[in-house]
């Protein structure tokens, strides 16, 4: 399996931004994303991108939020701007464990995903 380290997690205001980091120990994920899990919640997948650049998000973070990668750093990242308090959650980085070119939408479920990190805290006050 691929290891992920998360980092970039912390405490913010309302309306901040975090840019959250995944360092993968290789390449190896026609799809990497970012999931969240809230306390008392499942997790839910926020963002996922693909090898060929196709970004997909969920509707509460379109427009706030943006996924990239770098396949030559073997790092996803995650910038995240006008932050809402029901952003607070757990976040963690996950990938499909195969490199592909791939140049569709990855999927969002939680059962697309092999490999995963431990997560980072992302803690947003009111």
């Known amino acids: 399996q691929v290891q992920l380290v998360e980092s970039g997690g912390g405490s913010v205001q309302a309306g901040g931004s975090l840019k959250l980091s995944c360092a993968a120990s290789?390449?190896?994920?026609?799809?990497m994303a970012w999931f969240r899990q809230a306390l008392g919640r499942e997790r839910e997948g926020v963002a996922a991108i693909s090898s060929g650049d196709i970004t997909t998000y969920i509707d509460s973070v379109k427009g706030r939020f943006t996924i990239s990668r770098d396949d030559a750093e073997n790092t996803l990242y995650l910038q995240m701007s006008s932050l809402k308090p029901e952003d607070t959650a757990e976040y963690y980085c996950?990938?499909?464990?195969?490199?592909?070119?791939?140049?569709?939408?990855?999927?969002?479920?939680?059962?697309?995903?092999?490999?995963w990190g431990q997560g980072t805290q992302v803690i947003v006050s009111s």
């Open positions: 996950a990938v499909d464990g195969v490199y592909y070119w791939r140049t569709w939408a990855c999927d969002l479920g939680v059962g697309a995903y092999e490999s």
């Open positions: 290789r390449r190896a994920s026609g799809c």
